[in-house]
């Protein structure tokens, strides 16, 4: 288990931007990330540990999360990574992976067991919900293997699993929660989809008001969850219920640049993975100095608009994710502060007996 530390950070890798899927609503391509260079080097893949653990002793805490695309069509670089990260130090290193799911044998079930993996897997809902939207390319549905993929996770490692459905028109927040808990999973990821308005899948005006009533409910639930002194499986407002209790002020909405790295398959090095290359801060060959300061430089150069300065969740939000807010535009920021507002209530129910929230820090990331 895993905590956020003043000494943590995170590197977001896409081993490659290929995948074997055509989700309607990925954003991944969207944005334009798919270059020429798709499969990360074996040389890459150690440089990689090596760089971080020479160059980085700053970060007492390292996870390395393995992004894409689809990162097991490249499981060679993620064995390599692994193993190389093992030499250096078991303690130093965490690992996760965003999967698709459709991909599992044994080698892969030894590496995720070696490196005790938060295995992040997207599934939307059951068969009908999920193989409408995500399908191989040539058009086979998906639900059967990731439930098998499921099944075997659970059977065979000791690895945690979030679940993570995207919510979209015609299935809602509430009906994908009742789907994840349903599930053999630890915990729950349920955001809205990435698209702008009026694109299929966006919601309309009545769904996106259900969408904040169903964020209400999950808020009802993890109070009665931290009532019982239970860790809440969906977490979506933990990390700000947290920055209420110390007092803290949100300077940015993430860490990107400063604790949050992202590195392309040839080993670009960006501020977050899901950022283009226009927004490159290093190379792989790079000093990590010359990462952290063009990441600081990337960082100070992020504009607010003027309805952040003006807002009252500016301190709880940090002015908004600047990859997100280019795709969804007022829809991002408009469920980022009822998020807020829900945090706020949280704290607010627990201001007479705050230790509650303290289990909220035991969560795994």
């Known amino acids: 288990m895993l905590n956020y530390t003043a000494n943590f950070a995170e590197f977001l890798i896409a081993p490659t931007w290929e995948c074997n899927l055509r989700c309607s609503y990925c954003f991944v391509r969207k944005q334009k990330l798919v270059t020429k260079s798709t499969m990360m080097s074996k040389e890459i893949a150690q440089q990689i540990v090596d760089k971080i653990d020479t160059e980085l002793q700053v970060f007492e805490k390292i996870r390395l999360h393995f992004y894409g695309g689809e990162p097991l069509l490249n499981f060679k670089a993620i064995e390599t990574i692994v193993t190389r990260a093992y030499e250096k130090s078991s303690e130093r290193y965490y690992f996760a992976i965003t999967t698709n799911g459709t991909f599992l044998n044994k080698s892969i079930i030894n590496i995720l067991n070696k490196g005790n993996f938060l295995i992040i897997l997207s599934i939307d809902g059951p068969k009908q919900i999920h193989d409408a939207c995500r399908k191989t390319v040539t058009g086979k549905p998906t639900h059967a293997k ?72 999950i808020g009802d639930q993890v109070i009665k969850d931290l009532e019982k002194g239970n860790i809440p499986m969906d977490d979506r407002f933990s990390s700000r219920v947290l920055q209420l209790l110390v007092g803290n002020s949100r300077e940015y909405f993430c860490g990107a640049g400063l604790s949050t790295f992202g590195i392309t398959p040839d080993g670009t090095i960006l501020p977050c993975i899901l950022l283009n290359k226009n927004s490159k801060i290093g190379h792989i060959n790079d000093s990590t100095k010359k990462w952290l300061k063009n990441g600081k430089t990337w960082k100070s150069k992020l ?36 998020n807020c507002d829900i945090a706020k209530r949280i704290f607010s129910h627990f201001a007479t007996k705050k230790e509650d929230l303290l289990t909220l820090a035991g969560i795994a990331l």
């Open 146 to 217: 990731i439930i098998r993929f499921l099944e075997t996770i659970r059977r065979e490692t000791n690895c945690i699993v979030r679940g993570s459905a995207v919510v979209h028109s015609e299935w809602s927040l509430s009906q994908a929660v009742t789907y994840l808990r349903s599930l053999d999973i630890d915990k729950i990821k349920s955001q809205i989809v990435r698209a702008p308005e009026g694109e299929p899948y966006s919601l309309s005006k009545m769904e996106k008001i259900t969408y904040k009533n169903d964020l209400e409910k």
């Open 303 to 338: 504009k607010r608009s003027q309805k952040c300065n003006n807002c009252n969740s500016l301190s709880l939000c940090g002015g908004g994710c600047p990859v997100f807010e280019s795709i969804c535009s007022d829809t991002e920021c408009e469920f980022i502060k009822k």
